[in-house]
Nanobody
Framework: VQLQASGGGLVQAGGSLRLSCEASGRTFSDNAMGWFRQAPGKEREFVAAIRWSSNSPYYGDSAKGRFTISTDYAKNTVYLQMNSLNPEDTAVYYC????????????????WGQGTQVTVSS
C-alpha cells in the first residue's frame, strides 16, 4: 500500500486548504484512513479519520467544527477540508491507513504517507 498526500501550502489565518491522500494497492483489511499532524517539538496529534466500510468520520478536538474528512471511493482518495485555519494548525500532515481498533491511535495504522506541510501565517 502506498499513500500520496498532497494539498499543503502556505495560507493566511482564516483561510482554507484541502488535503488529499490517494491510496494505491489498498487491501480489504485497510479499514480506515486517518489524518495526523505533527508540529516541531510536539507529539503527533490525531486530526481526523474515516472508516471505508461505514463512511463514519471521527475528529480530534482541534478539528471539530472546522475540518471535514470525506472519501472518493472510485479514486481511493480521502480528503481533509480545513477551514478557519489558524497558526496553531501549522504542522506536517500525514495520512495513514490500516485496520485500527482505535482510529485515534497512530500506532495502530500500518501504512503512512510522506506528509504534506501546512503553514498558517498570522
Amino acid at each position: 500500500v502506498q499513500l500520496q498526500a498532497s494539498g499543503g501550502g502556505l495560507v493566511q489565518a482564516g483561510g482554507s486548504l484541502r488535503l488529499s491522500c490517494e491510496a494505491s494497492g489498498r487491501t480489504f483489511s485497510d479499514n480506515a484512513m486517518g489524518w495526523f499532524r505533527q508540529a516541531p517539538g510536539k507529539e503527533r496529534e490525531f486530526v481526523a479519520a474515516i472508516r471505508w466500510s461505514s463512511n463514519s468520520p471521527y475528529y480530534g478536538d482541534s478539528a471539530k467544527g472546522r475540518f471535514t474528512i470525506s472519501t472518493d471511493y472510485a479514486k481511493n482518495t480521502v480528503y481533509l477540508q480545513m477551514n478557519s485555519l489558524n497558526p496553531e494548525d501549522t504542522a506536517v500532515y500525514y495520512c495513514a491507513t490500516g485496520d485500527p481498533l482505535k482510529v485515534v491511535a497512530g500506532d495502530e495504522y500500518d501504512y503512512w504517507g510522506q506528509g504534506t506541510q501546512v503553514t498558517v501565517s498570522s
